[in-house]
C-alpha cells in the first residue's frame, strides 16, 4: 500500500509539471513573438528616425556654414568690384571699407590689400603685418591661380591660429589680391551652435585630420591632429551616419558632410546612449512589459494548474465513489432480487395457510350446521382467531404479491393509470412505516382526476421512491413525531396532470438542489443511499412525457411536483 501511494504520488507530481510546463511553454512562445516582432519593428523605426533626425541637423548646419563662408567670400568681390586697386590704396579707404565689413558681419578681424608680388601694400587692424610678403605662403598662390580662397586654420606671421578669405581683381596689366582674416572664435561658436540631446557636438576637421574648430567634449584641440580621422568613412557628397568608440570606450553616433568643395570635413557626434535615449527607454518598458506579462501568465498558469490538478483529484474521488456506489447498486439488485425470491417463496406457505383456513372454516360450518349445536364462547374465539389470520394471510398476500410486482424483471408496458386506484395502493405498502415514523399521510386524490400512460411498476418505483425519500428527511428532522407527508393530484390543465407530494422535512440546500437529479448525487451518508434513485425517477417521467420539478427551503420542506400528458 505504501509502494501505490509512493507510485501515485510520484505520477501527480510529473502530471503537475507536465501541465505546469504546457501551461507555461505554450502561451510564452507567442507572447514571446509578438513582443520580439513588435519590440523589432519599433526599434528599426526608432533608430531610422534618431539617424534621420541626425542627418537633417548636420545638412541644415552644413548650409548654414557654407552659405556663411560663401557670404563672406561675396563681402570681398563686391568690394574688388565696386573699387579699384587706386581707390583702395590709402590707408584711410582700406580703414573705411573694413569698418563697413565688420558692420556688415563680426566675423571679419582685419583686412589686407596685395599686389601681383605678395607685398602687404595696406593693411587695416591690430597686428603689424604692413610690408610683409606673402608669394611663397600657400593662400596666396592658391588665390591666384583660382581667383578665390578659403584657407584652412593656420598660425602665420601673427602666430595665432586663423583663417582667411581671399579674392583675386585684376584692371589692365594690374592684379591685386584683397585679403580678409576671418575670427577663429567667432566660426568657432558658429560651428558648435549645433545642439543635440545632451552630448551633442560638431567640429570641423581639414582633409588631413587636422581640427579646424574646438571640440566641446574636448579631447583634440585647434590645429590637432584627430587620430580616429583615418578611420572615419569618406562618403563623397552625401551625409555618412556611422557608430564608433572613443579612446575611452564611449560609444558615439556620427555624421559626417565634406564641406569647402571636401576640404573640411564637418563631425556631429552624440553619445549613443544620449542618441538613443527612448530606445533604451522603450528597451526598460518592453521588459518590464515582459517581465510582468511573464509573472502573469506563470501566476495564471499555476492557478489553472491547481484547478485541474484539483478537478482531477476530485473527478478521482467521484469515480472510487462512483465504484462503490455501483458496488452498492449491484448488491441493492441482488438483495431486491433475493427479496422476490423470498416474496415467491413466502407467497406459497401463505398460499397452503390460506387453504387449510378455508378448510377449516368449511369444516366448522359444516359440524355447527348438521349437529345444531350451538358455539359457545371458546368457539367464538376460535373464529374469532380465524377470522384474524385470514386477515393477516391476506395481508401478507398483497405485501408479498407488490414485492413480486416491483421486483419482476419485464419488458416496460404502457398502460392507462388512474391516480385514484395507482397511488392508494402504493401508499398502503409503506404506510405501516409512516405510522412507526409518526408521520401522518395525507391523500387529496381526486375520483375525476385524469388519467395517463405509463409502466405501472416503474410508476410505484417513482411514487415510492419520492416517499421514502420523504420520510428520511422527515426523521432527520422531527424523529418519530411531528412528520407531515401530503400527496395531491390535480388537473393543471386541459392537458396535464399534475402530481405534488409535499414534505416538513429538512429541505435541500441551495447549492444541492441544483443536482438532486444528477447520477449518483446523493447527501445521504455511506451505505444509506447510491444517488441513484432520483436520477432515476427523472428519467422514468421523461420516458411518460412528463416533467418532474423541485421546489425546497431547508428546515421547512421540498415540493416534488410531476407534471404528465392526461389522458381523458
Given at each position: 500500500?505504501?509502494?501505490?501511494?509512493?507510485?501515485r504520488?510520484d505520477?501527480e507530481?510529473?502530471?503537475?509539471?507536465s501541465i505546469?510546463?504546457?501551461?507555461?511553454?505554450?502561451?510564452?512562445?507567442p507572447?514571446?513573438?509578438?513582443?520580439?516582432?513588435?519590440?523589432?519593428?519599433f526599434?528599426?523605426?526608432?533608430e531610422?528616425?534618431?539617424?534621420?533626425?541626425?542627418?537633417r541637423?548636420v545638412?541644415?548646419?552644413c548650409?548654414?556654414?557654407?552659405?556663411?563662408?560663401?557670404?563672406?567670400q561675396s563681402d570681398l568681390?563686391?568690394?574688388t568690384?565696386?573699387y579699384?586697386?587706386?581707390?583702395?590704396?590709402?590707408?584711410k579707404?582700406?580703414?573705411?571699407?573694413?569698418?563697413?565689413?565688420?558692420?556688415?558681419?563680426g566675423?571679419?578681424?582685419?583686412?589686407?590689400?596685395?599686389?601681383?608680388?605678395?607685398?602687404?601694400?595696406?593693411?587695416s587692424?591690430?597686428?603689424?603685418?604692413?610690408?610683409?610678403?606673402?608669394?611663397?605662403?600657400?593662400?596666396?598662390?592658391?588665390?591666384?591661380?583660382?581667383?578665390?580662397y578659403?584657407?584652412d586654420?593656420?598660425?602665420?606671421?601673427?602666430?595665432?591660429p586663423?583663417?582667411?578669405?581671399a579674392v583675386r581683381?585684376?584692371?589692365g596689366?594690374?592684379t591685386?589680391?584683397?585679403?580678409a582674416?576671418?575670427?577663429t572664435?567667432f566660426?568657432?561658436t558658429?560651428?558648435?551652435?549645433?545642439?543635440i540631446?545632451?552630448?551633442?557636438?560638431a567640429?570641423i576637421?581639414n582633409?588631413?585630420?587636422?581640427?579646424?574648430t574646438v571640440?566641446r567634449?574636448g579631447?583634440?584641440?585647434?590645429l590637432?591632429?584627430?587620430?580616429?580621422?583615418?578611420?572615419?568613412p569618406?562618403?563623397?557628397n552625401?551625409?555618412?551616419?556611422?557608430i564608433?568608440?572613443?579612446?575611452?570606450?564611449?560609444?558615439?553616433?556620427y555624421?559626417?558632410?565634406w564641406?569647402?568643395?571636401?576640404?573640411w570635413?564637418?563631425v556631429?557626434?552624440?553619445e549613443?546612449?544620449?542618441?538613443?535615449?527612448s530606445?533604451?527607454?522603450?528597451l526598460?518598458?518592453?521588459?518590464?512589459?515582459m517581465?510582468?506579462?511573464?509573472?502573469?501568465?506563470?501566476?495564471?498558469?499555476?492557478?489553472?494548474?491547481?484547478?485541474?490538478l484539483?478537478m482531477?483529484?476530485?473527478?478521482?474521488?467521484?469515480?472510487?465513489?462512483?465504484?462503490?456506489?455501483?458496488?452498492?447498486?449491484t448488491?441493492?439488485?441482488?438483495?431486491?432480487?433475493m427479496?422476490?425470491?423470498?416474496?415467491?417463496e413466502?407467497n406459497?406457505?401463505?398460499?397452503?395457510?390460506?387453504?387449510?383456513?378455508?378448510l377449516?372454516?368449511?369444516?366448522?360450518?359444516?359440524?355447527?350446521?348438521?349437529?345444531?349445536?350451538?358455539?359457545?364462547?371458546?368457539?367464538?374465539?376460535?373464529e374469532d382467531?380465524?377470522?384474524?389470520?385470514?386477515?393477516q394471510v391476506?395481508?401478507?398476500?398483497?405485501?408479498?404479491h407488490?414485492?413480486?410486482?416491483?421486483?419482476r424483471e419485464?419488458e416496460t408496458?404502457e398502460?392507462?393509470l388512474?391516480?385514484?386506484?395507482?397511488i392508494?395502493?402504493?401508499?398502503?405498502?409503506?404506510?405501516?412505516?409512516?405510522?412507526?415514523?409518526?408521520?401522518?399521510?395525507?391523500?387529496t386524490?381526486s375520483?375525476?382526476?385524469?388519467?395517463?400512460?405509463?409502466?405501472?411498476?416503474?410508476?410505484?418505483?417513482?411514487?415510492?421512491?419520492?416517499f421514502?425519500?420523504a420520510?428520511?428527511a422527515?426523521?432527520e428532522?422531527?424523529?418519530?413525531?411531528?412528520?407531515r407527508l401530503s400527496i395531491?393530484?390535480?388537473?393543471k390543465?386541459?392537458?396535464?396532470?399534475?402530481?405534488?407530494?409535499?414534505?416538513?422535512?429538512?429541505?435541500?440546500?441551495?447549492?444541492?438542489i441544483?443536482?438532486?437529479?444528477s447520477?449518483?448525487?446523493?447527501?445521504?451518508?455511506?451505505?444509506?443511499?447510491?444517488?441513484l434513485?432520483?436520477?432515476v425517477?427523472?428519467?422514468?417521467?421523461e420516458s411518460?412525457?412528463?416533467t418532474?420539478n423541485?421546489?425546497?427551503?431547508?428546515?421547512?420542506?421540498?415540493?416534488?411536483v410531476?407534471?404528465l400528458?392526461?389522458?381523458?
Open positions: 500500500m505504501e509502494k501505490h501511494n509512493r507510485e504520488k505520477k507530481k510529473q502530471l503537475k509539471r505546469l510546463t504546457n501551461m507555461i511553454i505554450v502561451p510564452f512562445i507572447f514571446l513573438l509578438a513582443i520580439g516582432v513588435s519590440f523589432y519593428f526599434i528599426t523605426a526608432l531610422n528616425n534618431t539617424v534621420n533626425s541626425l542627418k541637423i545638412e541644415d548646419h548650409d548654414m556654414i557654407e552659405s556663411f563662408l560663401v557670404e563672406r568681390e563686391f568690394i568690384n565696386i579699384s586697386f587706386e581707390e583702395i590704396n590709402s590707408t579707404a582700406i580703414n573705411i571699407i573694413f569698418e563697413n565689413l565688420k558692420n556688415r558681419s566675423a571679419f578681424v582685419d583686412l589686407g590689400l596685395f599686389d601681383s608680388q605678395g607685398i602687404h601694400i595696406r593693411y587692424g591690430k597686428y603689424q603685418l604692413k610690408g610683409k610678403e606673402y608669394k611663397d605662403e600657400v593662400w596666396f598662390k592658391k588665390v591666384m591661380q583660382t581667383g578665390y578659403i584657407s586654420i593656420f598660425l602665420g606671421y601673427r602666430n595665432i586663423h583663417f582667411v578669405i581683381q585684376s584692371s596689366d594690374k591685386w589680391v584683397l585679403r582674416t576671418i575670427d572664435l566660426f568657432d558658429l560651428v558648435s551652435k549645433v545642439r540631446g545632451r552630448t551633442g557636438e567640429y576637421l582633409k588631413d585630420g587636422i581640427a579646424q571640440r567634449s579631447g583634440i584641440r585647434l590637432e591632429k584627430d587620430h580616429e580621422y583615418s578611420n572615419f569618406k562618403s563623397e552625401s551625409i555618412h551616419t556611422f564608433k568608440s572613443d579612446p575611452e570606450k564611449n560609444k558615439y553616433l555624421a559626417t558632410i564641406l569647402k568643395n571636401r576640404e570635413l564637418m556631429v557626434r552624440q549613443k546612449k544620449d542618441a538613443y535615449k530606445l533604451y527607454s522603450a526598460y518598458i518592453s521588459l518590464i512589459i517581465v510582468i506579462g511573464g509573472a502573469f501568465i506563470v501566476v495564471i498558469a499555476i492557478y489553472t494548474t491547481e484547478r485541474i484539483k482531477i483529484e476530485q473527478l478521482g474521488i467521484e469515480k472510487e465513489s462512483l465504484g462503490n456506489q455501483l458496488i452498492r447498486a448488491q441493492l439488485a441482488e438483495i431486491g432480487e427479496a422476490a425470491g423470498f416474496a415467491h413466502i406459497n406457505p401463505l398460499q397452503i395457510i390460506k387453504s387449510e383456513y378455508t377449516i372454516e368449511t369444516l366448522m360450518d359444516e359440524t355447527f350446521s348438521k349437529d345444531g349445536m350451538e358455539k359457545n364462547e371458546d368457539i367464538m374465539d376460535i382467531s380465524l377470522d384474524q389470520i385470514k386477515l391476506n395481508r401478507c398476500s398483497e405485501i408479498t407488490a414485492i413480486l410486482k416491483f421486483g419485464s408496458k398502460q392507462l388512474r391516480p385514484f386506484i395507482v392508494p395502493e402504493i401508499i398502503s405498502m409503506i404506510e405501516k412505516k409512516a405510522v412507526v415514523g409518526g408521520i401522518e399521510i395525507i391523500k386524490i375520483e375525476q382526476a385524469p388519467g395517463f400512460m405509463g409502466d405501472p411498476s416503474q410508476f410505484q418505483q417513482v411514487i415510492l421512491n419520492l421514502n425519500n420520510m428520511d422527515i426523521e428532522r422531527h424523529g418519530s413525531s411531528g412528520g395531491a393530484v390535480c388537473r390543465n386541459e392537458n396535464r396532470v399534475e402530481i405534488k407530494i409535499t414534505d416538513n422535512g429538512t429541505g435541500i440546500s441551495p447549492e444541492n441544483e443536482k438532486v437529479f447520477p449518483f448525487f446523493t447527501t445521504k451518508p455511506v451505505g444509506k443511499g447510491t444517488g434513485g432520483l436520477s425517477c427523472y428519467g422514468i417521467i411518460f412525457g412528463g418532474m423541485v421546489n425546497s427551503e431547508q428546515n421547512v420542506g421540498t415540493t416534488f410531476i407534471s400528458p392526461a389522458i381523458h
